[in-house]
């Protein structure tokens, strides 16, 4: 079946640290991977995504690549801020009408 | 343009009670779902309609949960006879092309938080 395990939390940084939030999938087919985010309060958004493998998503400083020899899709920024403490979500697509498969999130903390 | 609403944002109910929770998509998405988060987890799906027809409900875990969406636009969750494992938050998302486009992308609500006394 379709799975998404991601990186326990919570995640403490500084302002200014690299972030790293690592996400791997299992999938039948070739699914488009996502990250979503979850502020405090708020509904979930969508932070980035990638449709195939190789493929770079990018957003509000943040990137993650599709690793299909990996199955990955690790989440990094390279000098986090206060405003991204959040909840992060990474999620998979599979063909056909299917819904989002999530993982169970990595709260994020960044301290000035 | 306006997103994805959902109301009521918080209910209260106590056990035994039916609720509804609506979903207003995005004009034009064709797709809607329905999903689950529990406290700390990820969401999960509950049930998927592409416009007025509901393709897959699998997610649902018991007959007391029944989703429609009678006009292909809004969508409501009724939950009969609630119990305390149902306190959760319920996301709606809509999407505009049929499911399984590479491209695709679901929008989200803001969420209504059920807490069953």
């Known amino acids: ?112 | 343009g306006a997103g994805v609403s959902q109301s009521p944002r918080y209910k209260v109910a106590k056990r035994g009670q039916d609720v509804a929770l609506r979903c207003d998509p995005i004009s034009g998405h064709v797709s809607l779902f329905w999903y689950q988060q529990a406290l700390g987890q990820g969401p999960e799906f509950l049930t998927y309609f592409q416009n007025e027809a509901q393709l897959d409900k699998s997610g649902l875990p018991s007959d007391r949960f029944f989703a429609e969406r009678p006009e292909g636009s809004v969508s409501t969750l009724k939950i009969q006879r609630t119990q305390q494992e149902d306190s959760a938050v319920y996301l709606c998302a809509s999407s505009l092309v049929l499911a399984g486009g590479p491209w695709e992308t679901q929008y989200f609500g803001p969420g209504t938080r059920l807490l069953v006394l």
């Open chain 1, 1 to 112: 079946g379709n799975s998404v395990t991601q990186m326990e939390g919570p995640v403490t940084l500084s302002e200014e640290a690299f972030l790293t939030i690592n996400c791997t999938y299992t999938a039948t087919g070739y699914p488009s991977l996502f990250w979503y985010v979850q502020y405090p309060g708020e509904g979930l958004q969508l932070l980035l995504k990638a449709t195939k493998a190789d493929d770079k998503g990018s957003n509000k400083g943040f990137e993650a690549t599709y690793r299909k020899e990996t199955t990955s899709f690790h989440l990094e920024k390279g000098s986090v801020q206060v405003s991204d403490s959040a909840v992060y979500f990474c999620a998979l697509l599979n063909s056909g009408n299917t819904p989002l498969v999530f993982g169970k999130g990595t709260r994020l903390s960044v301290i000035a």
